[in-house]
C-alpha cells in the first residue's frame, strides 16, 4: 500500500541519548516535512526538503537534524534529547516542489518520551 | 493572537446533525488545508483550496478569502465522523511555513 512508513511507532528514551525516526515513502513525492505536535498547540514543522539533496528549517528546528540523501527518505535526528522534545512527530510528503501546492500525505506518526 | 483561529474547540453532535467547524486566519494565504486526525493519531489530509467550494462526499469546504474564512461542513454526520477536524494555511508571503489550527474536536453520539 502506497505511503508514508515511520518507525518507532513509539519510544522512551533517557535524556542525552541520540535518537534517529525514520520515515520513508514510496509515492516519489518531491517534499518531504517533519513535525511535532503537543497539546493545545498546533502542528509546527521542525524541517523540511523541498526535493532530494535541499533540506531547510522550519519553525522549531533546535535540538534537530534532517538529510534527504535520495526521494524516498526523510530521517529525523535528535542528537541529545531533552525531556521538551517528548511529543508526537509525524513525517508528511506532498507532490509538488515547494511546500504545500498539493495535499500533505502524513505517516502515523512517532509518540516520542524522553525521561 | 494566532494567526490561525478554529471554533468550535469542541462540539458534540447528535447524529445525522449538520455540522459547521470555522475557521478564521490572519494573514494572505495562497492556500488552505482541512485536514482530519482520527482518534488513533492518523492525519488524513481532507481538502486544499485557495478560492470557491469543494465537496467530497459528505464532507463540504468553503472559503471566502476577503473574509479570511473557510467553513468546513459534514452532512447527515455519522459516529465515524468523530475526529479532531484541522486547519492548516499557507501564508502568501512566499515562505515554506505551514501555519496550523489548534483544532476542533467532533464527537457525534449515536
Known amino acids: 500500500i502506497a505511503g508514508i512508513t515511520q518507525a518507532p511507532t513509539s519510544q522512551i528514551l533517557a535524556a542525552g541519548r541520540r535518537m534517529t525516526l525514520r520515515c520513508t515513502q514510496d509515492m516519489r513525492h518531491n517534499a518531504m516535512y517533519w513535525y511535532r505536535q503537543d497539546l493545545g498547540l498546533g502542528l509546527r514543522l521542525i524541517h523540511y526538503s523541498n526535493t532530494a539533496g535541499t533540506t531547510g528549517k522550519g519553525e522549531v528546528p533546535d535540538g534537530y537534524s534532517v538529510s534527504r540523501a535520495n526521494t524516498d527518505d526523510f530521517p529525523l535526528t535528535l542528537a541529545s534529547a531533552v525531556p521538551s522534545q517528548t511529543s508526537v512527530y509525524f513525517c508528511a510528503s506532498s507532490e509538488g516542489q515547494g511546500a504545500y501546492n498539493s495535499p500533505l500525505h502524513f505517516g502515523n506518526g512517532t509518540r516520542l518520551t524522553v525521561t | ?110
Open chain 2, 1 to 110: 493572537k494566532n494567526e490561525v483561529e478554529q471554533s468550535p474547540q469542541n462540539l458534540t453532535a447528535q447524529e445525522g446533525e449538520f455540522i459547521t467547524i470555522n475557521c478564521s486566519y490572519s494573514v494572505g494565504i495562497s492556500a488552505l488545508h482541512w485536514l482530519q486526525q482520527h482518534p488513533g493519531g492518523g492525519i488524513v489530509s481532507l481538502f486544499m483550496l485557495s478560492s470557491g467550494k469543494k465537496k467530497h462526499g459528505r464532507l463540504i469546504a468553503t472559503i471566502n478569502i476577503q473574509e479570511k474564512h473557510s467553513s468546513l461542513h459534514i452532512t447527515a454526520s455519522h459516529p465515524r465522523d468523530s475526529a479532531v477536524y484541522i486547519c492548516a494555511v499557507r501564508s502568501n508571503f512566499g515562505n515554506e511555513k505551514l501555519t496550523f489550527g489548534t483544532g476542533t474536536r467532533l464527537t457525534i453520539i449515536p
